[in-house]
């Protein structure tokens, strides 16, 4: 089965085509991020004008690149959920025109389940149910993935997302947006021990964590030394910063894995690329006992090849949707409106 996808919920436009889920025939994606660069964020209205530019283009492109006809494929799936509204509805509006006219069915796929079934793409073998740490620029969560369509949260993050966390501190520290990669690159050379900040404690569900408090704590050691003339060590702060994201992630992730029994653990979304994460989590997955499934960095971000993933275990479970399909800027990974 060959599924067109489209992806445009943030700043990539993006078309892929995948067969049966798990094979990618094209992955086309086109990157506003230097757009957006000068802004320090994302704009959310340039972002939809860009994507209406770019969409059809990219949709010819991937017929073109993976060799098909139109008439070769067998379904359109879409991102219609969550992200910027007026994003999300570009590429929502584009699949209900492109499965009008060719006649087949349209697939809605939520953006965080896609951002899962990246792993289904790198790595054959994985089936559920399996635990998976979904971190991304808007969600920080630890799924059990009880099936392809059947998830369950056990834990989030009770204010802002890892990725939200690591793009504000690199802004202020002058990094270009997104500041996640930046940051990365230069906690590469620092030293983690230098700074201390602040990890979140446990609270009434040991699987939820906070970010808040160390994004506020890293944002004053900042400008405190921005006002007293201070040099701070930049590496050391970035490495010192990125450890207590992972720090906050691990113990959650560890104590998920033997809450459930489950000895498969994934991790997914942009900041599944950060170079410390997946070092500790590889070692966590180790300590217990566990295969680590580790998308490779071009399938970490947003990109419409997962979105092709999942919608196949999507279509087999019925799940599809009419001309009345609308976009939602916030909606639960479980389906419901939120
Ligand atoms: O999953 P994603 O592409 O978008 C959402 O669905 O939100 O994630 C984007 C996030 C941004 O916050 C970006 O800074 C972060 O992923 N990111 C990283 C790294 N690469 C991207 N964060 C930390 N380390 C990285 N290497
Ligand atoms: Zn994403």
Do not use: W
């Not at 209205?45 to 994507?51: G, L, N, T």
């Not at 910027?84 to 809605?108: E, Q, S, Y």
């Not at 979105?307 to 976009?327: P, R, T």
């Amino acid at each position: 089965m060959n599924i067109l996808a489209v992806e445009s919920s943030c700043d990539e436009t993006a078309v892929s085509i995948v067969r049966d889920g798990r094979e990618v025939l094209t992955d086309c994606i086109a990157s506003q991020v230097e757009l957006h660069r000068i802004y320090g964020g994302v704009v959310p209205e340039i972002a939809s004008r860009k994507h209406m530019e770019s969409i059809y283009a990219l949709a010819d492109q991937a017929l073109q690149e993976a060799g098909l006809t139109r008439q070769e494929i067998d379904a359109v799936a879409v991102t219609y959920a969550p992200g910027l509204i007026g994003a999300v509805l570009v590429g929502v509006n584009f699949a209900k025109a492109a499965a009008l006219a060719l006649g087949k069915p349209l697939i809605p796929v939520h953006h965080i389940r896609g951002h899962i079934a990246a792993n289904y793409l790198a790595y054959p073998e994985l089936k559920p149910p399996f635990l998976c740490l979904v971190v991304s620029g808007g969600h920080t969560m630890i799924v059990d993935v009880k099936d392809y369509t059947q998830m369950e949260i056990l834990g989030t993050t009770l204010d802002d997302a890892a990725g939200e966390c690591f793009d504000k501190v690199g802004r202020v520290l002058g990094m270009p947006y997104p500041g996640g990669a930046a940051l990365d690159k230069a906690a590469q050379q620092g030293n983690d021990k230098k700074y201390d900040l602040p990890r979140s404690r446990p609270g009434a569900n040991p699987y939820d964590m906070s970010f808040s408090g160390l994004k506020t704590a890293s944002l004053n050691l900042i400008h405190h030394a921005q006002q007293v003339g201070e040099e701070l060590d930049i590496p050391s702060l970035c490495a010192s910063f990125t450890a207590a994201v992972s720090d906050t992630l691990v113990p959650r992730v560890e104590q998920a894995l033997i809450k459930t029994g489950y000895k498969k653990l994934a991790v997914a979304g942009g900041v599944a690329a950060n170079s410390r994460i997946r070092a500790d989590m590889l070692a966590a997955a180790k300590c217990q006992g566990a295969e680590l499934y580790l998308p490779p960095l071009k399938l970490c971000g947003d990109n419409a090849a997962m979105i092709g993933a999942q919608a196949y275990y999507e279509f087999k479970a019925g799940n599809v949707a009419d001309m009345s399909l609308n976009a939602y800027a916030t909606k639960s990974i479980l389906g419901e409106q939120i």
